[in-house]
């Protein structure tokens, strides 16, 4: 498969030209292929497509060019080519494909390799190729934007320096009509090159043509008067004056030095900065780099190029300057250091001409004679390195333009790279990305630079506050070491208070904030409409401290509907390591991925400091009540997904407002998927919001009262409590009996599922009495019911049919809706737990009558593995498995990890009573699966128990063996109450 922009866009599948489309799908798929293997956006194909007033559908039309070439790669090109959607942009990567661009420029490169070696012959053949490859201007038939005409350009000016390059070599071969011949096409179009004149004319003069070399010095000096308004350059002046002169140097070209001799009369750099002494950890990626700078590693034709790259302050210049110094000596004549001042605060960054320069002056060339023109400084550049062994660092790029003319072409050279963002371009032989210092490396390194015997917890703290970045380390370590007074107990907890924490990092010029403030700043400095949005996001992402964000929060925070828009802009700041893409979550099935984002705390304090600058504070609370809305209203959809029929207990109290955002959430696996993402976010919001002083204090209660009923029966009761908790902090401040009461049941419920029933009453016992004095009946039948739960679990079955007796009464004096079904699948509960099975039947079958009535899907999953285990209990079999099956189903469908457990367990004992040995096995397993990631004691020890009964029916007494060994250790460990009822079942007693 062949890709092909050296003359028209074509892609080519042995003789058959694909059909690439109209004129705009052209100009998408050229600058994707332009870009291959990067991170394209939306918004840039369509400035490229539509560069002055794109129309209103110009994103939907790019889609759609997109959409047609996925699909002729599908059809065409499947598995060497592919566009795969990232985000809001598209990434083509070519994967078993050919791209002649990328062919020139390797032959070129190789050329240039046999020139420095002194071997012109095999140059030729490289440079003879390379021009082979060309059809034509570089893609003539594309309309192009600006991006495309930069690169066409580019690729232009590389096919020009060859053309030239290749005459060179033919002179050097004495092949001199070739390289005059090669030469006048190559000035009929590019009348203005000075170096192909001066080519022309030497090649001229040796053919014995001196009438010709002054003839081609006039054209020359005629062209640039016409072209340009000026004369001839002093190399071409002085060149015309040796044939004037007929000077016998023009005869032939200077014999080759032998290498010691040229080493000699050259400079031989050694910039490299001192080493740290502190040096500590990195032995994986420092053996990687030696490994790639080795010299056993060096590429044939090609210098070696590595590109570190890592958030601020993460370490990779010092990783970059000790790995230099370690492959030093292979590196004979010279190691040039350049800080390109693209994470400076308050320095411009270098411009790629200004890296050149520096490059050449390190070389010995003086400032004079370092061309102006940064394509002809690149061209002296690969002159001065040709044939040499030369180490490159080039630390703190912004972007890889600043880079690449400065990369060395030789083979036996190489070049360090460091960035933040990650240099796709650059074709590196290897990409690093950096991290923070893993535990006990961080603690050592600070201990180290605080002149601390050891590393102690206080230490092992402060670099957890510090992030394990080795910079922020540094600070604190140095604040240590200026202050022997200063404990680091002490110090942690200043970096415990937020408030001041960036102030403490922050010592003698080095600070965490600046390292971080330098991203931020050249998002505004920036002419690109996506870095412009991304800058004005950022202080946003400082407003809530939570530890993931969705783009359609953030767009809630900035009060903006383009989520789209919202997107891009994170994307970029991911790209500007000011933000991380969280693990992804895939809410509906591929390929419509939903990505999260991450914030490190220290980014987010700056962040914060964004806000203060940029919005008042009015702006600012109003954009966490809107985030803090979006959040509630997102749940409340989930929520009536996951339970329809059902509603909040009492009605909400609260609506979010309208016109705030909320999550597209429409199936059941939409919500859990949101849910079980969302929810470390959701706590630590309700955590903030309790710490506030206006309406949204009672976020947590609101939010707890929606997904209660989801935690509990997800089994991730520790959360459920933290929740309930943040809820009677927020309730207990605003000094609201009803809300009180509210945060009271909520914490009951969450101590009951924790086995805590003692403080389980004392609280909704509390609650019980305030709702009778409010005159609320539906809460007070609900906290009836709960009390019955309790009474049941104790045993006391008498007390437990009184609360149920009257919480039936009051569902039965006033329309209830599926709350009178809830009552009677805990009544059924009571009547299993005295085996009086008619009772309990009723119950439940009339229990699911209401529910179906009512459109309450979520309250089956409770009442089919109750039916299904009285089935059983009944020897009903063939009943009890329809019932469990349906129950597995549904429960799986939503979530509830509870009510799975308890039908997979009873279907798994179903199974064994029917002799379907190999289906109880399967069920009892997934049993214990559903336990292992929960703190449930009994529940875990009775699967283990079912697997092992399973084993043995099926004759496998081995593993039946370690089971049951398994299975008596769990028990002998379980502190909690066991489930009598279901004990019962699985003794298998009548």
């Known amino acids: 498969m062949d890709v092909r922009v050296l003359g028209q866009l074509e892609i080519r599948s042995g003789d058959v030209v694909l059909p690439l489309g109209t004129p705009k799908q052209r100009t998408v798929l050229a600058l994707l292929v332009a870009r291959s293997g990067q991170f394209v956006s939306v918004d840039e194909l369509v400035d490229e497509v539509w560069s002055e007033e794109p129309p209103a559908s110009a994103g939907a039309n790019v889609r759609m060019y997109a959409a047609n070439l996925r699909r002729l790669f599908a059809t065409h090109a499947e598995g060497r080519v592919a566009l795969v959607r990232r985000g809001a942009g598209y990434v083509l990567r070519l994967v078993d494909a050919t791209l002649d661009a990328s062919r020139f420029t390797q032959l070129v490169r190789q050329a240039r390799a046999a020139i420095a070696q002194g071997e012109p012959a095999p140059a030729v053949r490289r440079y003879e190729e390379a021009a082979g490859l060309w059809r034509g201007r570089a893609l003539e038939d594309v309309p192009p934007g600006w991006r495309l005409s930069a690169w066409r350009a580019s690729l232009e000016e590389q096919r020009t320096g060859a053309v030239e390059e290749r005459a060179d070599a033919y002179l050097s071969l004495g092949r001199f009509a070739e390289a005059i011949a090669l030469l006048r096409a190559h000035l009929a179009a590019y009348p203005t090159r000075e170096p192909g004149y001066a080519t022309l004319m030497l090649a001229l003069y ?236 961080a603690a050592e390194l600070l201990a180290r630079i605080a002149r601390r015997a050891e590393p102690t917890d206080e230490l092992r703290r402060i670099a957890e506050l510090c992030e394990h970045l080795p910079l922020a380390l540094r600070i604190a370590g140095a604040r240590l070491a200026a202050r022997p007074e200063l404990t680091a107990a002490d110090l942690a907890g200043r970096l415990r208070d937020e408030r001041g924490r960036l102030d403490e990092l922050g010592m003698d010029g080095f600070a965490v904030r600046g390292s971080i403030r330098v991203g931020y700043d050249g998002l505004r400095d920036s002419t690109d409409p996506v870095d412009r949005a991304a800058y004005r996001v950022f202080p946003t992402l400082g407003l809530l401290p939570v530890p993931q964000l969705h783009p359609v929060t953030v767009a809630a925070l900035l009060g903006d509907a383009d989520t789209g828009g919202v997107a891009r802009a994170l994307d970029r700041l991911v790209e500007v390591r000011l933000l991380e893409e969280a693990p992804r979550q895939l809410m509906t099935p591929p390929p419509h991925p939903v990505g999260r984002y991450r914030q490190h705390d220290l980014v987010r304090l700056v962040a914060g400091e964004c806000a203060g600058e940029a919005l008042t504070e009015a702006e600012r609370d109003a954009a966490v009540r809107r985030a803090l809305d979006h959040y509630l209203a997102s749940a409340m959809r989930a929520d009536g997904v996951l339970r329809p029929g059902r509603g909040i207990l009492g009605g909400a109290d609260y ?288 699967s283990l128990r079912q697997v092992a009964k399973a084993l043995l029916a099926l004759r496998r007494p081995g593993p039946a063996g370690d089971y049951q060994d398994r299975a008596g250790h769990a028990f002998a460990a379980v502190t909690g109450r066991r489930d009598p009822a279901l004990e019962n079942l699985l003794a298998g007693a009548d």
Request: charged fraction near 25%.
């Open 206 to 441: 040796r053919s014995g043509d001196v009438s010709g070399a002054l003839d081609a010095f006039v054209d020359a000096r005629k062209a640039l008067a016409e072209h340009l308004g000026i004369e001839p350059g002093d190399q071409l002046q002085r060149l015309h004056r040796a044939v004037l002169n007929r000077d016998a140097r023009l005869r032939q070209p200077a014999p080759r030095q032998p290498a010691v001799a040229v080493a000699a009369a050259r400079p031989v750099p050694r910039e490299l900065p001192p080493d740290s002494p502190t040096f500590t950890g990195r032995e994986d990626e420092l053996a990687r780099l030696r490994g790639l700078l080795g010299p056993h590693d060096r590429r044939p034709g090609r210098a070696v190029v590595v590109a570190i790259h890592g958030r601020g302050g993460v370490g990779k210049s010092t990783l970059a300057v000790r790995a230099a110094r370690a492959v030093a000596a292979d590196y004979p004549d010279g190691h040039i250091y350049i800080d390109l001042h693209g994470s400076t605060p308050g320095v411009r960054p270098r411009t790629a001409h200004e890296v050149l320069d520096r490059c050449l002056r390190g070389l010995g060339m003086a400032a004079a004679e370092v061309p102006p023109d940064a394509s002809d400084a690149a061209a002296r550049w690969r002159t001065l390195t040709a044939g040499r062994r030369v180490l490159l660092v080039l630390d703190n790029a912004t972007d890889a333009a600043q880079v690449l003319a400065a990369l060395p072409a030789s083979e036996g050279c190489a070049a360090v790279v460091t960035s933040r963002r990650v240099l796709a371009t650059l074709d590196a032989d290897g990409y690093l990305e950096l991290a923070g210092l893993p535990d006990g490396p």
């Open 655 to 942: 609506a979010p407002a309208p016109d705030v955002p909320a999550v597209p959430i429409d199936t059941a696996a939409d919500a859990v998927a949101w849910l079980d993402a969302e929810v470390p976010s959701l706590l630590a919001a309700a955590e903030y919001a309790a710490t506030r002083t206006d309406g949204s204090a009672l976020f947590g209660l609101r939010l707890c009262r929606v997904i209660q009923w989801w935690l509990g029966k997800r089994a991730d009761w520790p959360t459920e409590l933290a929740f309930a908790g943040t809820a009677e902090l927020a309730a207990t401040r605003a000094g609201d009996d009803r809300q009180r009461a509210i945060a009271a049941t909520l914490v009951g419920r969450a101590q009951l599922h924790l086995g805590r029933r003692e403080q389980a009453a004392a609280r909704l016992e509390r609650a019980l009495a305030a709702f009778r004095g409010l005159g609320e009946q539906h809460q007070v039948m609900s906290l009836l019911s709960d009390l019955g739960q309790v009474a049941r679990l104790a045993g006391d079955y008498p007390r437990a049919l009184e609360h149920f007796a009257e919480a039936l009464f009051i569902c039965r004096s006033s329309p209830a809706g599926v709350s009178e079904a809830i009552v009677l699948t805990n009544l059924a509960d009571v009547y299993i737990g005295m085996r009086n099975w008619d009772e309990a039947r009723g119950c439940l079958e009339e229990s699911l009558a209401i529910r179906r009535e009512g459109g309450d899907t979520a309250g089956e999953t409770v009442v089919l593995p109750a039916l299904g285990y009285l089935c059983c209990q009944l020897g009903r079999l063939g009943e009890a498995a329809g019932y469990l099956d349906r129950a597995v189903l549904r429960c799986q469908a939503i979530g509830n990890q509870v009510d799975l457990w308890y039908a997979l367990i009873v279907r798994a004992e179903t199974h064994l009573r029917l002799g379907r040995y190999r289906q109880a096995l399967a069920d009892a397993r997934q049993a214990l699966t559903v336990c292992r990631d929960t703190a449930w004691e009994y529940e875990t020890a009775a």
